[in-house]
């Protein structure tokens, strides 16, 4: 499966700001999609993930309440809803894919990724 990941930007401290990432190549509605992050000199680390059905989410602690993933089986594409942001959100975000119902904090379960889109978050 190919992933496109779109919708970065430049953004103010408490702005809002929505990713997208489109799928095409296999079945995506029976992919789990993860959305991970990785600022400069950080490791790779899980932001929130949604089942193959978008019956179920997880998102790490340091944004639980702000950010929300969704998904639209119908058009192959995956969001994430940022509110709230704070300095401490900027990184590269990347949306991942694997094939199977459920999600995974691990990056290393994931088998497809996107190419990445930058958050930056001004103070």
């Known amino acids: 499966v190919q992933l496109q990941a779109s919708g970065g930007g430049l953004v103010q401290a408490g702005d809002s700001l929505r990713l997208s990432c489109a799928a095409s190549?296999?079945?995506?509605?029976?992919?789990?999609m993860g959305w991970f992050r990785q600022a400069p000199g950080k490791e790779r680390e899980f932001v929130a993930g949604?089942?193959?059905?978008?019956?179920?989410?997880n998102y790490a602690d340091s944004v639980k309440g702000r950010f929300t993933i969704s998904r639209d089986n119908n058009k192959d594409t995956v969001y994430l809803e940022m509110n709230s942001l704070k300095p401490e959100d900027m990184a590269v975000y990347y949306c991942?894919?694997?094939?199977?119902?459920?999600?995974?904090?691990?990056?290393?379960?994931?088998?497809?990724w996107g190419q990445g889109t930058l958050v930056t978050v001004s103070s």
């Open positions: 949604i089942s193959a059905s978008g019956s179920r989410t």
């Open positions: 190549g296999r079945t995506f509605s029976s992919c789990a």
């Open positions: 991942a894919a694997r094939s199977y119902r459920y999600y995974s904090d691990n990056a290393m379960d994931y088998r497809y």
